[in-house]
């Protein structure tokens, strides 16, 4: 591992026991999109978690609101693969080294909005770490989709999946220990 990843990654962790919003890493960045909310529990837990810069990813034109119409618009994106592009935001995420990234699972793979995030960056060398909120059906093909979509990024394929929502120790635990396995 190197040094300065000790220093600006482990040692924060290590002293402060889980770091909180208000003492934030900038190496690590928690990207997300959440359509109904669930994955976004998530995410802001794993920013406290981690010290991590809260970045939410949104189209730029908003889903409707009619579930059935909604319904219907989603999966004709699914099945054409269809890109959306993503609202512009401050934030840089090719300036963190720390990904982690998260999305709920649609159709067993990850969404059409954590797609485009990775089509519209560059993470080459980037430590990215997967996690996933579901209905009962499993991470699918998530985290295989991610390395796919990032070839040259180090994709955590040990990432964190769960059925809705689901915080607490156990997040917090599993956060810590892919920090510590970051080489
Ligand atoms: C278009 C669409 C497809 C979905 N496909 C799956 C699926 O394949 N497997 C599954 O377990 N849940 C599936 N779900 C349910 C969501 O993954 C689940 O409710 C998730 O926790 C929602 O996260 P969010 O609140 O952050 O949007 C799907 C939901 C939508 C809208």
Known sequence: MKITKIIT????LLTCGYAN????????????????????????????????????????????????????MLEQEIEQNYLPPLKPVDINPENYEII????????NHISQPVKSFLHEYNLA????????THSGGGRGQCFNDV???????????DGWSSWGVSTGRKLNRWVTQQLKNIK
């Open 147 to 157: 390395a796919k979509l990032c070839k040259d990024c180090i994709v955590d394929m």
């Open 100 to 107: 982690f990234l998260g999305s709920p699972v649609w159709g």
């Open 21 to 72: 919003a208000e003492s934030t890493n900038p190496q690590i960045l928690v990207a997300y999109y959440s359509l109904t909310g669930k994955t976004e529990q998530v995410a802001n837990a794993i920013a406290n978690a981690s010290g991590g810069q809260l970045y939410k990813i949104e189209p730029d034109k908003s889903y409707p609101d009619n579930k059935k119409e909604r319904r219907k």
């Open 125 to 132: 060398g980037k430590q990215v770490i997967p996690f996933v």
């Open 9 to 12: 990654v482990i040692l924060p």
